[in-house]
């Protein structure tokens, strides 16, 4: 039974290490697509009168929203297989031993140290989740940009 623990917690950690990779990979993307806008959409047009292209600003914006819900889906999809794993952890903690590390862990954390100013635990996957949002607003405002302008 403890062998059986050992591999669930092992295969939590590999899960947890997946998508930290993954928030690499895509955060790398969405900072090489806002360099290429820097360097390519916005230095045309003549040397007195410079005018973003709004055809490559259109497809950037586009291709930021599409990377940032990819991103925000895969996040989701990995919090999801956390759980379900952490839920049998949980479970053979309770069945078959003595200490419950995960689940005293996560009732410790409940027990917010600075709950004068936040209700809970920040989990980091409610954090890390934000930064995809936050570049699909950002995109979304520069295609009404380019639409309005």
Same mark, same amino acid.
């Given at each position: 039974?403890?062998?059986?623990? $050992?591999?669930?917690?092992?295969?939590?950690?590999?899960?947890?290490?997946?998508?930290?990779?993954?928030?690499?990979?895509?955060?790398?993307?969405?900072?090489?697509?806002?360099?290429?806008?820097?360097?390519?959409?916005?230095?045309?047009?003549? $040397?007195?009168?410079?005018?973003?292209?709004?055809?490559?600003?259109?497809?950037?914006?586009?291709?930021?929203?599409?990377?940032?819900?990819?991103?925000?889906?895969?996040?989701?999809?990995?919090?999801?297989?956390?759980?379900?794993?952490?839920?049998?952890?949980?479970?053979?903690?309770?069945?078959?031993?003595?200490?419950?590390?995960? $689940?005293?862990?996560?009732?410790?954390? $409940?027990?917010?140290?600075?709950?004068?100013?936040?209700?809970?635990?920040?989990?980091?996957?409610?954090?890390?989740?934000?930064?995809?949002?936050?570049?699909?607003?950002?995109?979304?405002?520069?295609?009404?940009?380019?639409?309005?302008?």
């Amino acid at each position: 039974m403890f062998e059986q623990y $050992k591999l669930a917690v092992e295969m939590a950690d590999r899960v947890s290490a997946r998508r930290a990779t993954a928030n690499t990979f895509f955060f790398s993307i969405q900072a090489g697509l806002a360099v290429a806008l820097g360097a390519f959409a916005v230095n045309t047009g003549t $040397k007195d009168d410079p005018t973003p292209d709004r055809f490559v600003l259109t497809l950037a914006a586009i291709a930021g929203v599409l990377i940032a819900c990819s991103w925000w889906m895969l996040l989701r999809s990995y919090r999801d297989l956390n759980s379900a794993k952490f839920a049998v952890i949980n479970q053979l903690e309770a069945g078959h031993l003595q200490i419950h590390l995960f $689940k005293d862990e996560w009732e410790h954390l $409940k027990q917010d140290p600075v709950s004068s100013w936040r209700k809970r635990y920040a989990e980091l996957g409610q954090i890390e989740r934000l930064v995809p949002l936050l570049f699909a607003v950002l995109y979304a405002m520069l295609a009404i940009y380019v639409i309005w302008w």
